[in-house]
C-alpha cells in the first residue's frame, strides 16, 4: 500500500494530537492496487483533451468537450477501475463547465458501460476477474442533447476483485459545500485516504478491497465529520450505505449575536471589559462566560456584566462585561445564557473573543490571500499554514481575496490569534454570514487599528474614510485589502503604514504615496509571509532576506516548520526552513503540575476546569535548519 505521507502535527495533546490532513502528491490507494494517472505516455488520447487541475485541485486530469473524444490503454490486470476528476464549481467563471457529457466504456473492443458524470460519483468498476494477461480499455465521450463535457483523473488495476461503495453526502448550509475527503480504515489500520463528491448531486462512490467491512470517515472542514461502517464489500455488487447529512461545525456558526464576532472580534487583555450586542429579546440574561477547548481541555470563566438597557431595542440587548484577571491567554467563544419561555437558549459567538497577555508594540503579521479555497483539498492547506502560523507565534493573520467562507471558517477555526479576512474577485457570495460587511476592522490594543476592506477601490470612498477617522489617533495603522490601489490621499492623511492585498499588478512590495505606505502583496498561491514592524514601518517582509520572495509552501508538502510528540511531556520541534523564528509558540497539554523545560522559556500555565490538565505554552528561538528537542519536568 502507498502508505499516508507523514501528517503535520503542529499543536499537540497529551491525548490526541491536532492532526492537518495529510498533504497528498498523488491517490493512496489499497494494498494491491495500481494507479495510472490519465497523463501517463501510455494512454493515448484523439480528439481535444485538455490537461487540466482547476484551482490547486486534489490532482490533474484531462478534460474533454469534443465529441468522440476518446482516451486509449492497454493494462495487464484482472480488475480495472476508473477516477473521474471533481466537477468545476460555478463559483469561478470562464473555467470550464461541469461534465455533462455521455461516456462509453469499451474493454476490448466491446461496450460495457455508460456513465453520465454529472450524476456519477467519482470512481467506477469496468471489469473484475479479466482473463488474459494484456486488456484494452477505450472511454468514448458523446454529447448528448447539447450536453458535453467529462473529465478523468485515471485508471486503477488490481489482480484481486475490486469493490465499489456509494453513497450521498449532503449537509447543512450544503449550496456552499463542493467536495469531502474520505478517510478509510479496516480495525484501526488506514486503507486509503481521497478527494470525492459530486457537488451537482452529492453522490459519492469509492473503490475498495472485497471481503471486509470498512470505517469511512467523511470529513469536510467546517462541518463536523462522521464516521459510518460498510457493509462487507462485495464484488459486483451495489454497496451502499444510508444517506449521510454533515451538520456544520460549532466553532464556526454564530448564533443570535451581533457583536464581537469573526471579523470584528473584541481583543482584549485579562481584567479589561468590553461590550457585547445580541439578539436576547425580552428574556432573562442568566449567564455570561468564555469558552474554549484545547483537546480534552475545557477553559471557561464566568464573566460578571452590566446590561446597558438604553442602548437595547426590539430583539437586541447589549451588555458591559468585564474580564477576569486570571483569564488564560487564548481564543474564545462567547456565550450568552438567556431564560424565557420558547426564547431559552445560549447566543453564541465563536472565536469573537481574544486574551492576550500583552498588545504589540511592534506587531508581527501571517499574511496570505488568493489561495483559491473553494473546497476540501484548498481548506486542508490553508489550514496548514495556520497551524504553523500559531508556531510563529505572529500577532495576526491577514488573509485577502478568499473564496468559500464555509470552509475557511473551519480551516481558521484553530488560530491561536486574532485574524481578518475578506472575499474578493472569486468569491462564493454569502460569505457576509460568517464574516459580516465588506468594510470592517479591529481595534488591537492603544496603538494599532487594523481596517478590512473587500471592495475595489472605485467603489464610494466615504464609508473608508469615516471608519478610518474613528481611529486617526492610532499610532499604527494597517489596511488588509482585496485591492492595493487605495487613494493617495487616503494612505496619506491617515498615514497608513502598510496595505496588504492579493489581487492586482504592480510591484507586491513597494511604497505608496508619501507617508509611506508600504505595499505586502501575494506572491503566489504556494506561500505566505511574515510581516513585521519596528518602529511604526514594516522592516521584513520576505523569506531570508530576500528582496521580494514569500515564504515557500507547496500544496502537497509536509509542514517544514512542525513539532513531532515522541512522549506526553516531550516533543520535537522541526525548522527546515531557511531563516530563524525568533519567539516561535510551542502549546503542550499535561497533566496539572508544576514544570520547568529544557529549551526555551514557559510563558503561561493555564489549567482546565476539571483541574486535571495543564496547557503548557513555551517560547522559543527557533534557528534556521535546526530540530530542537523540548522537554517538560516536573518540579
Same mark, same amino acid.
Given at each position: ?402 473564496? +468559500?467562507?464555509?470552509?475557511? %471558517?473551519? =480551516?481558521?477555526? !484553530? ?5 481578518? #479576512?475578506? @472575499?474578493?474577485?472569486? /468569491? ?105 514592524? +519596528?518602529?511604526?514601518?514594516? %522592516?521584513? =517582509?520576505?523569506? !531570508? ?5 514569500? #515564504?515557500? @509552501?507547496?500544496?502537497? /508538502? ?78
Amino acid at each position: 500500500m502507498q502508505r499516508f505521507l507523514l501528517l503535520c502535527l503542529l499543536h499537540i495533546s497529551i491525548f490526541y494530537g491536532d492532526l492537518a490532513a495529510a498533504p497528498l502528491s498523488h491517490q493512496v490507494f489499497p494494498d494491491g492496487c495500481k494507479w495510472t494517472s490519465v497523463n501517463d505516455t501510455a494512454v493515448i488520447a484523439e480528439g481535444n483533451w485538455t490537461q487540466d487541475r482547476f484551482r490547486f485541485a486534489d490532482a490533474d486530469h484531462k478534460y474533454t468537450t469534443d465529441d468522440k473524444a476518446s482516451l486509449n490503454w492497454s493494462f495487464s490486470a484482472a480488475s480495472v477501475a476508473v477516477r473521474l476528476a471533481g466537477q468545476n464549481t460555478s463559483s469561478y467563471p470562464g473555467t470550464g463547465l461541469p461534465a455533462h457529457g455521455k461516456l462509453s466504456v469499451y474493454l476490448d473492443g466491446r461496450l460495457v458501460k455508460v456513465i453520465y458524470p454529472a450524476q456519477q460519483g467519482r470512481e467506477f468498476i469496468v471489469a473484475n476477474n479479466l482473463e488474459g494477461e494484456s486488456h484494452e480499455l477505450t472511454l468514448v465521450h458523446s454529447i448528448e442533447a447539447g450536453a458535453a463535457g467529462v473529465r478523468v483523473e485515471g485508471f486503477l488495476t488490481s489482480d484481486s476483485p475490486l469493490g465499489l461503495f456509494s453513497l450521498s453526502v449532503t449537509a447543512e448550509l450544503q449550496e456552499y459545500m463542493n467536495d469531502v475527503r474520505f478517510v478509510i480504515s479496516n480495525n484501526g489500520s488506514p486503507i486509503r485516504s481521497t478527494i470525492g463528491r459530486n457537488w451537482l448531486t452529492g453522490n459519492a462512490s469509492m473503490i475498495l478491497p472485497t471481503g471486509a467491512s470498512f470505517d469511512v470517515r467523511i470529513e469536510a472542514m467546517g462541518w463536523s465529520s462522521e464516521t459510518i461502517k460498510t457493509p462487507k464489500i462485495e464484488p459486483d455488487e451495489l454497496n451502499t450505505s444510508s444517506p449521510i447529512y454533515l451538520r456544520r461545525d460549532p466553532k464556526t456558526v454564530s448564533y443570535r449575536f451581533r457583536y464581537p464576532s469573526l471579523n470584528n472580534q473584541a481583543i482584549r487583555k485579562s481584567g479589561e471589559s468590553l461590550t457585547a450586542r445580541f439578539l436576547g429579546f425580552d428574556t432573562k440574561i442568566d449567564k455570561v462566560r468564555l469558552r474554549r477547548r484545547n483537546g480534552n481541555a475545557v477553559f471557561t470563566r464566568v464573566l460578571p456584566f452590566r446590561e446597558d438597557k438604553e442602548a437595547a431595542f426590539y430583539y437586541d440587548r447589549q451588555i458591559e462585561i468585564s474580564l477576569p484577571d486570571d483569564t488564560p491567554p487564548g481564543v474564545y467563544d462567547l456565550e450568552v445564557d438567556i431564560i424565557g419561555g420558547r426564547r431559552t437558549s445560549t447566543c453564541r459567538s465563536p472565536s469573537s473573543v481574544v486574551i492576550v497577555k500583552r498588545y504589540p508594540g511592534n506587531p508581527r503579521f501571517v499574511t496570505f490571500g488568493h489561495l483559491d479555497t473553494s473546497g476540501q483539498f484548498q481548506a486542508e492547506y490553508v489550514r496548514r499554514i495556520a497551524r504553523m502560523a500559531n508556531i510563529i507565534g505572529a500577532d495576526m493573520v491577514l488573509a485577502s481575496n478568499s473564496v +468559500n467562507a464555509a470552509y475557511l %471558517s473551519g =480551516a481558521l477555526s !484553530n488560530l491561536q490569534m486574532p485574524y481578518l #479576512i475578506n @472575499f474578493g474577485n472569486h /468569491q462564493v457570495f454569502g460569505h457576509h454570514r460568517w464574516y459580516g460587511p465588506d468594510l470592517g476592522g479591529v481595534v488591537f490594543g492603544p496603538d494599532l487599528f487594523v481596517l478590512n476592506y473587500g471592495l475595489p477601490w472605485h467603489e464610494p470612498i466615504k464609508p473608508v474614510v469615516a471608519l478610518l477617522e474613528q481611529h486617526r489617533s492610532k499610532r499604527l495603522k494597517v489596511i488588509n485589502a482585496f485591492e492595493h490601489n487605495a487613494p493617495n490621499f487616503l494612505l496619506n492623511d491617515y498615514k497608513i503604514a502598510m496595505i496588504h492585498d492579493a489581487h492586482g499588478p504592480g510591484d507586491k512590495l513597494m511604497k505608496m504615496g508619501s507617508t509611506p505606505t508600504q505595499r505586502v502583496g501575494k506572491g503566489n498561491s504556494v506561500s505566505f509571509r511574515i510581516v513585521e514592524f +519596528n518602529e511604526g514601518q514594516v %522592516s521584513s =517582509a520576505t523569506y !531570508n532576506h530576500h528582496p521580494t520572495a514569500p #515564504i515557500p @509552501f507547496e500544496r502537497d /508538502q509536509q509542514c517544514p516548520l512542525r513539532v513531532e510528540r515522541e512522549t506526553p511531556f516531550k516533543a520535537i520541534v522541526i525548522n527546515e526552513y531557511n531563516q530563524s523564528f525568533p519567539r516561535a509558540r510551542i502549546t503542550l497539554l499535561v497533566p496539572v503540575n508544576e514544570y520547568s523545560v529544557n529549551n526555551g522559556s514557559i510563558q503561561s500555565i493555564s489549567i482546565s476546569d476539571d483541574g486535571k490538565l495543564a496547557e503548557v505554552i513555551i517560547a522559543i528561538d527557533l534557528s534556521a535548519n535546526s530540530r530542537i528537542s523540548m522537554e517538560l519536568t516536573p518540579k
